[in-house]
């Protein structure tokens, strides 16, 4: 995982789903991160692209290189990640389809039983 989504979240767990291809995380924000003083300076509210950075970069993890968001049919932000409300984000990768190095996949994100985001995305290596 890259210094940023280190920098902003601390990933507890990260397990093969139990069925099909892909994989379940947990990961805890870091409230301390500068970035929330100014998104929003009276009401710290996690970046949606940070949420789909680390989306890539656990999914990265799994498959064991690094991909990167490459198109996307759904990105859906639902509710706010912040500190007041929930600092843990529960994330499920499901691999939909492969093509050479890239894959399509389901991520989803929730935080209690709130759903954050989700996200119907091609993932890739970046372009030459």
């Known amino acids: 995982m890259d210094a940023a989504c280190r920098s902003l979240f601390h990933v507890e767990t990260f397990a093969p789903l139990a069925e099909g291809r892909g994989w379940q995380a947990r990961a805890v924000m870091n409230v301390q991160h500068p970035i929330l003083q100014g998104h929003f300076p009276d009401r ?4 949606g692209v940070a ?3 680390l989306a890539g970069a656990l999914l990265s993890r799994g498959l064991g290189r690094p991909v990167h968001l490459r198109s996307s049919r759904v990105i859906k932000f639902l509710s ?4 007041a409300t929930g600092t843990v984000l ?3 990768l ?5 093509d050479g190095d890239s894959v399509t996949c389901d991520i989803s994100g929730s935080c209690g039983d709130r759903a954050v985001f989700s996200i ?4 890739g290596p970046l372009p030459a």
Do not use: A, H, S, W
């Open 120 to 123: 119907k995305g091609g993932f």
């Open 80 to 83: 706010p990640l912040e500190p």
């Open 90 to 92: 529960d994330l499920t």
């Open 94 to 98: 499901r691999i939909t389809g492969e």
């Open 51 to 53: 949420m789909v950075q």
């Open 44 to 47: 710290p509210v996690m970046p």
